[in-house]
């Protein structure tokens, strides 16, 4: 017989989070999992408690607000969910990266380059935010602005991936 192993996993990410119902990785796996199974409201709780418990885990933000573009809501449904997080930390790259990539997804491309650019013109970026921002960069075809952003990074120490990124990136241009 074949195992349903989103259901497994979305049995036992229950059993974890009814001892700690804070436990990040159960949230994550269990929004994964609801995710797969095309259960989006469930997916986007558990992604925006994960999201909300540890927003440095941008990844936790981009599945939520998957989610929330899975449900087929109104677009404003995605920028109102960005724009709180913006509201309370305009300043932070992690939120004006994912208010980038809802505006994005509103059919707000002006919105998605402003919000882009502003996160890409903090020259303290958290390591975890760099990745995200230039793939957001590169879908806004932002693409010097994604290179210079990669090439800071590596100047200032920047961790092995991003060197490799910024390497990948200079060979696809000939460089």
């Not at 087929?72 to 790259?93: C, I, M, V, Y």
């Not at 903090?122 to 693409?143: F, G, H, K, M, W």
């Not at 090439?151 to 990124?165: F, Q």
Request: net charge positive; proline share 6%.
């Amino acid at each position: 017989a074949e195992l349903n192993y989103n259901v497994e996993c979305v049995t036992l990410a229950h059993q974890m989070l009814a001892k700690n119902p804070n436990n990040l990785p159960a949230l994550e796996s269990e929004s994964q999992a609801y995710g797969r199974l095309r259960k989006f409201r469930r997916a986007f709780a558990a992604a925006n408690k994960a999201f909300q418990l540890s927003p440095d885990r941008i990844q936790n933000g981009f599945l939520a607000l998957d989610m929330l573009y899975q449900r087929q809501l109104p677009t404003s449904a995605l920028t109102n969910w960005a724009g709180k997080f913006l509201a309370k930390s305009p300043a932070n790259p992690v939120y004006q990266v994912l208010g980038s990539a809802a505006a994005a997804l509103a059919g707000q491309p002006d919105n998605a380059k402003h919000l882009a650019l502003k996160a890409a013109a903090n020259p303290n970026l958290p390591e975890a935010v760099i990745l995200p921002l230039v793939r957001q960069l590169d879908s806004l075809q932002l693409y010097t602005q994604a290179t210079l952003v990669l090439e800071h990074a590596v100047r200032h120490g920047a961790s092995v991936p991003i060197l490799e990124a910024l390497c990948e990136r200079l060979y696809q241009q000939g460089n």
